[in-house]
């Protein structure tokens, strides 16, 4: 089976996008988590949407300062 993500660019990732902050970083013993929020449109009842940083939307803006 062909993988058509398979070439996906690396820096179209919420880790490069303007909207990213991150938000929290944790560290157990053998994983460590980070995940931020995206701030892409206005917050819900729930705040900003919570994403990992290798997540991907197709509405970035790639932040030339985080590539």
């Known amino acids: 089976m062909i993988d058509n993500w398979s070439n996906r660019d690396k820096e179209r990732q919420c880790r490069t996008c303007m909207y990213y902050v991150e938000k929290i970083a944790r560290s157990s013993r053998t994983v460590r988590?980070?995940?931020?929020?995206?701030?892409?449109?206005?917050?819900?009842?729930?705040?900003?949407?919570?994403?990992?940083p290798n997540d991907g939307c197709g509405e970035q803006r790639i932040d030339e300062n985080k590539i």
């Open 33 to 52: 988590t980070t995940i931020g929020r995206c701030k892409r449109k206005a917050p819900t009842s729930n705040g900003f949407p919570m994403v990992y």
